[in-house]
């Protein structure tokens, strides 16, 4: 029962941030100066709404008297995207009344996407009796009322209007993912998403097909089979062709799913420790799902053999998905060779300017990805000046520069940076010749420096943090990324106040990935240890085996045991992640970073 109220509650946090970036046109908001507000409008599409919606704020703050109510509109907006509603509450008492017309429509529209985001349909439905018109926003949140209140056919039908006033093939796109989105969360909660006697074609052609999503995204046999007769009695249906490519293209469900899988992972040699892990990971993904269309796995050393030459002898053996290799370098010889023959999901990200091929995919536990989404944290947190301390090697000046050019775009300031020797653990020096401070009681760190960030590995972070502390400079905000802390580790006392993000399979003990988490450590007791966010690596590179196609039709998100996932425009996984703060040696949630206070109308 838990189970299914939490799938209830995803779906229809997911249904609420793809109606509201459907049913939401891009509008060009200046604010003084026009920075804010432009910055704002990349954050939002590049889907960083909490960014965005902070960013739309200080634009509104700044305006002038009676100019910013757009902007204040723009932020509510954002932060319902961001499923923030307590945010779009404060944003939207920052208007200044009186309203002109279109913004008293568009705050009561988004007053009613606040009670549909609070569960309230009914508050909703009320507030939205009162609102004339039939334009494209309007009709999404329209049509999210009447999901809301398991009206699905007036839904469907809502936004089969919605979609007449679209010129744009990736508006039309949208809007038909908030079709089967919208069905699907309905069925969830228990809706009739039958046609009516009589109904119109269309209509029961978009009913069918959500139906058939439904049980796809459950795991359900012959979904391919009831997508070929869908497709075949309604062959002129207007449903996306990429859309059913995405669903058609490769299985999504049980006995559709991939005859013969070959993971390429480095078992021997110096590397062994690391694909060893990913492997079991991926074992116990297997082991975990269900027994019905289980693909054929099999393993291929790349340390005995080059992965070029592991790649072939893998479709020469029948294989028709490649996951893996594990390197950077690697992944680019296996690009070069990818045809289209087998789909590819890489354990690594292509280097910049390479071409990605068709049907090839890319996963990587991404350090650099990890210190940009520390910098848009930091930003958002208010702490706009800082400064880095990184090791001397190539992985140090990777993980800064990522944080310092996604900083310097957030609008921050790196007022200095320290590099350290890993080989040596008496860092007191470098930090306070960055610092400024003596070390002695009763000083303080540099004016200047509102936080500091800190690449490391957890027994580096630890001698740090400690050192910090010994300079009277611990209660400076220190943020880093998930590689300073080691669940498994000693210690970890000597870390408290780091603040990161890191997966749901290390803070989320309790939830899906810790039953995960828990699955992959019996099959393979003793084993995980340091290196536990492998296994969960290679846990999620299996589901992604079948997902893949689901998330490049853009309907929903994967939540993983390495985060919440999502596919972009290039085959790259992207991974949501989670903050939290050492205390007492074991990791506390951190909160997301509070809204901007509305001032007084």
């Excluded at 997911?14 to 509008?27: D, F, R, S």
């Excluded at 848009?376 to 310092?404: E, H, K, M, N």
């Excluded at 007492?584 to 949630?589: D, E, I, K, L």
Aim: with cysteine; aromatic share 6%.
């Amino acid at each position: 029962m838990q189970a299914k109220l939490r799938n209830v509650r995803n779906a229809l946090a997911a249904l609420l941030v793809a109606t509201l970036a459907a049913g939401c046109q891009a509008t060009h908001l200046t604010g003084p100066g026009g920075d804010p507000a432009e910055r704002a409008a990349r954050l939002a599409r590049e889907g960083d709404h909490a960014g965005a919606a902070k960013s739309y704020e200080a634009a509104a703050q700044a305006a002038a008297a009676g100019t910013g109510n757009a902007l204040w509109l723009a932020a509510a907006n954002e932060w319902l995207q961001a499923r923030d509603a307590g945010a779009a509450e404060n944003a939207l008492a920052g208007l200044t009344r009186p309203l002109a017309a279109a913004d008293a429509r568009e705050q009561r529209r988004l007053d009613a996407e606040v009670a549909l985001a609070r569960g309230d349909t009914a508050r909703a439905a009320g507030l939205l009796k009162a609102l004339d018109g039939d334009d494209a926003t309007m009709l999404a949140t329209r049509a999210r009322v009447q999901f809301g209140s398991l009206q699905v056919a007036d839904a469907v039908s809502t936004l089969m209007a919605r979609e007449r006033l679209l010129t744009a093939p990736a508006d039309w796109q949208a809007n038909q993912r908030l079709i089967v989105g919208g069905i699907q969360s309905a069925l969830l909660r228990g809706a009739n998403a039958r046609a009516p006697a009589g109904a119109d074609p269309v209509l029961a052609g978009w009913l069918e097909l959500g139906r058939i999503l439904a049980d796809a995204q459950s795991g359900a046999l012959g979904v391919q089979r009831r997508l070929r007769a869908w497709k075949g009695r309604y062959p002129s249906h207007p449903a996306s062709e990429l859309l059913w490519k995405g669903i058609a293209e490769r299985p999504v469900a049980g006995g559709d799913r991939p005859q013969q899988v070959a993971l390429l992972l480095p078992l021997s040699g110096r590397a062994a420790s690391a694909g060893g892990a990913v492997r079991d990971g991926f074992l116990g993904g297997y082991y975990d799902g269900s027994n019905a269309g289980r693909p054929r796995i099999r393993v291929y050393d790349v340390a005995e053999r080059d992965a070029p030459s592991a790649y072939l002898q893998a479709l020469a053996d029948g294989c028709d998905f490649i996951v893996g290799p594990l390197t950077r370098e690697e992944v680019a010889e296996l690009a070069s060779l990818a045809d289209g023959r087998a789909t590819t999901l890489a354990l690594n990200f292509l280097p910049d300017g390479v071409q990605v091929p068709d049907r090839f995919y890319q996963f990587a536990l991404s350090p650099e990805d990890e210190a940009r989404l520390a910098a848009r944290r930091i930003a958002a947190d208010g702490r706009l000046s800082g400064v880095t301390l990184a090791p001397q090697s190539d992985w140090g000046r990777r993980v800064v520069g990522a944080f310092a050019e996604e900083f310097a775009a957030a609008g921050g300031r790196i007022v200095d940076r320290a590099d350290y020797v890993p080989s040596t653990a008496d860092f007191n020096e470098t930090l306070r010749r960055l610092l400024q401070t003596t070390g002695q009681r009763g000083s303080s760190p540099r004016p200047d420096a509102a936080f500091i960030f800190i690449a490391a590995q957890p027994v580096h972070g630890r001698l740090i943090r400690t050192q910090l502390r010994f300079n009277y400079a611990s209660a400076l905000p220190t943020y880093a990324i998930s590689d300073i802390f080691d669940p498994s580790g000693a210690g970890n006392q000597d870390l408290d106040g780091v603040i990161f993000p890191d997966m749901p399979w290390i803070l989320d003990p309790v939830g899906a990935a810790g039953g995960a988490r828990e699955t992959v450590e019996r099959a393979f007791p003793g084993r995980v240890g340091p290196l536990t966010r492998l296994y969960a690596f290679g846990y999620d590179a299996y589901r992604l085996v079948s997902e893949l196609p689901r998330l490049r039709s853009g309907v929903g998100y994967l939540p993983g045991a390495t985060g919440r996932l999502s596919l972009d425009g290039d085959g790259r996984v992207r991974r949501e992640l989670d903050w939290a703060q050492i205390v007492t040696g074991r990791v506390a949630p951190w909160p997301p970073p509070a809204p901007l206070a509305a001032p007084a109308p």
